[in-house]
C-alpha cells in the first residue's frame, strides 16, 4: 500500500461524520466557475498557487485560463491533480498562494483549511483565498480567530449553488442553498478588512 493510499485513507476518517449529517460524500461540492471569475475580478496573484481541495478541477481550471500556474491536490482521486494528498497533514507549502472551496464538514474542517492555508502563506509570503459559508461570518466560536488573523478583503457573493457532487438531484442538495463569500488574506494585514459586494451573474 502506497504512503499516499495510507493518508488518504486516515483523512477519510475525518469525514465520516458529515457523511453521516446528510452532507455529500467525502464534502464533494464543486465551484461553479463563476466564483472563481468574480474573484479574479477583483484580486491578482503574483506567483504560482496551490489549490489544496481540487475535486474535479472546477477552481484549478479557472485558475489556469486565467494563465496562473496551479498545484493541485486532493484526499481523493476525482481524476484531476494529484489524488491521496491531505493538506491538513502537509508541512511544507507547494506553491506561493492558496485559493480554495474547503471542506466544510461538521468538525471544523473549515477551520481547519483555513488554519493550514495561513500557516504556509507565513512560509511564503503569499495571500490565501476561501470560498466560505456567510454565516461562518457570524459565529461566536470563530470571533477570536477574525479579531486575530483578520481577512484583507471579503467579497460577498450574491448568487451561488454549489450542488454536492456538482449533482442538483443529489439527496443532500439542500444543504447546497447557502449564501457564499471570498476571504482573502494578505500578509502583514491588520484591522478591518476591505468589503465589496460582487455579482456571479456577471460572470457566467
Not at 21 to 35: K, S, V
Not at 75 to 87: A, K, N, S
Not at 199 to 204: G, L
Request: aromatic share 10%; with cysteine; net charge positive.
Amino acid at each position: 500500500m502506497t504512503t499516499s493510499t495510507n493518508r488518504a485513507q486516515k483523512g477519510r476518517a475525518r469525514y465520516t461524520a458529515s457523511r453521516q449529517a446528510g452532507r455529500a460524500p467525502l464534502e464533494f461540492y464543486p465551484t461553479p466557475p463563476e466564483a472563481t471569475r468574480a474573484l479574479l475580478s477583483v484580486e491578482s496573484f503574483d506567483g504560482p498557487i496551490w489549490e489544496p481541495a481540487c475535486g474535479d478541477g472546477a477552481i484549478a481550471t479557472e485558475l489556469t485560463k486565467a494563465g496562473y500556474q496551479v498545484t493541485s491536490t486532493d484526499l481523493v482521486d476525482r481524476g484531476y491533480g494529484e489524488g491521496g494528498y491531505d493538506f491538513l497533514k502537509s508541512e511544507k507549502p507547494l506553491a506561493k498562494h492558496i485559493i480554495t472551496n474547503p471542506p466544510y464538514g461538521t468538525h471544523g474542517l473549515g477551520d481547519a483549511f483555513v488554519r493550514r492555508a495561513l500557516i504556509h502563506a507565513r512560509q511564503t509570503g503569499g495571500n490565501v483565498a476561501m470560498l466560505l459559508n456567510l454565516r461562518s461570518l457570524a459565529n461566536p466560536d470563530r470571533h477570536k480567530k477574525f479579531i486575530k488573523t483578520p481577512p484583507a478583503a471579503i467579497y460577498f457573493l450574491d448568487e451561488l449553488t454549489c450542488w454536492p457532487e456538482g449533482k442538483p438531484t443529489s439527496k443532500s442538495a439542500r444543504i447546497a442553498r447557502q449564501q457564499y463569500y471570498w476571504a482573502v488574506w494578505k500578509p502583514g494585514h491588520t484591522g478591518a478588512p476591505q468589503c465589496w459586494w460582487l455579482s456571479t451573474r456577471d460572470f457566467r
